[in-house]
């Protein structure tokens, strides 16, 4: 007759499995320990790496809109040189025509108190 202490109990089984299996089992923990420390080394290092980026980008298009708005101020400022020396320009060219007119105004006076006076 087998005797009660024959059968494998729970805790027999758990003693057996440690025996055989309890090494690689400790091994395979501390792998995958490792793996998972090293992940989360990896994923830290991402979003430092990434953080860093995109203050780098939000710098750059900062720079960028200033640039931006210096060279449209630049732009405004240069048309309304243009502007300026385009009105110049046909103020001048409306007072030579006006000098033109005057002169040729004088010439034909001038020729004709010259033919009355022959």
Known sequence: MPLADDKPTG???DQIRELIFGEQIRDYDRRFKDISNQFS?????FHDDLEKKEADLV??????KKS?????KDMKKHLATIETDKADRLQ???LLIDMGMRLKGENI???????QAD
């Open 11 to 13: 805790q027999n089984i």
């Open 41 to 45: 080394k990896l994923e830290q290092a």
């Open 59 to 64: 710098k750059k298009l900062d720079e960028l």
């Open 68 to 72: 931006m708005q210096t060279l449209e």
């Open 92 to 94: 001048l060219a409306n």
């Open 109 to 115: 006076l001038n020729s004709i108190d010259t033919d």
